[in-house]
């Protein structure tokens, strides 16, 4: 009996290390990728002063394979509280929307993705609560199938593919987000 309990334990204890690994694996920032390094420097700087928001960017995203369509993001700023509701599929026509801790800070993401000719287009939502306000930045990437190339150029598609983070991308791009007063106020009709 007393070595179906120590049993038991090292099932819970494993268990609960599992739980704390991939939890904590997601929140740590992702430092194989130039564009989360806090290297912003050399970003455009985009700024709406109807809408009351100013940020950089990257002028293009630090790959090779992965293109970004929308690009610069376009931003949303809303005095309503930030609210997250999770639902859908990233297939469906509304997409599929999930709350995500990045580095620290919660934002809900909403992603569509659709294929064409050989590629994979995604649409982004990233929602983050800034200063009292929900500031939503969307833009949509163009990712290849990398099934397409020959080698080397499959493997070093494969390879980006796996090592970029769009999630530390715009964690970035929020780091650097500046809310003004808008000289437009889009929440009432």
Same mark, same amino acid.
């Given at each position: 009996?007393?070595r179906n309990?120590? !049993? ?5 204890? $494993? ?21 989360? $390094? ?23 995203l630090p790959?090779? +394979?992965?293109?970004? !369509? ?13 609210? #997250? ?22 934002? #809900? !993401?909403? %992603? ?18 800034k200063g ?13 199938? #990398? ?6 150029? %499959?493997?070093? #598609? ?10 530390? $991308? ?8 500046? $809310? ?5 106020? +889009?929440? %009432?009709?």
């Open positions: 009996m007393n309990i120590l !049993v038991a334990l090292a099932v819970i204890i $494993l268990a609960i290390a599992a739980f704390v690994w991939f939890r904590n694996r997601d929140e740590s920032p992702d430092t194989s990728n130039p564009a989360v $390094l806090g290297e912003t420097t050399s970003w455009k700087s985009f700024s709406d002063p109807a809408r009351g928001v100013a940020f950089k960017y990257p002028e293009t790959t090779k +394979y992965i293109q970004a !369509v929308d690009w610069p993001p376009q931003a949303a700023v809303a005095t309503s509280a930030y609210n #997250c509701t999770e639902g859908g599929a990233e297939s469906e026509r509304a997409g599929k929307t999930e709350k995500r801790t990045i580095n620290g800070r919660a934002y #809900c !993401v909403t %992603k569509i993705i659709g294929a064409a000719a050989g590629s994979t287009y995604t649409q982004y939502a990233y929602a983050v609560e009292g306000k929900t500031v939503i930045l969307t833009f949509s990437i163009r990712t290849p199938q #990398c099934a397409n190339y020959d080698e080397p150029q %499959k493997s070093e #598609c494969q390879s980006e593919v796996a090592s970029f983070s769009v999630d530390n $991308l715009v964690d970035s791009i929020v780091d650097t987000l500046e $809310l003004g007063t808008p000289t437009l106020d +889009y929440d %009432k009709g």
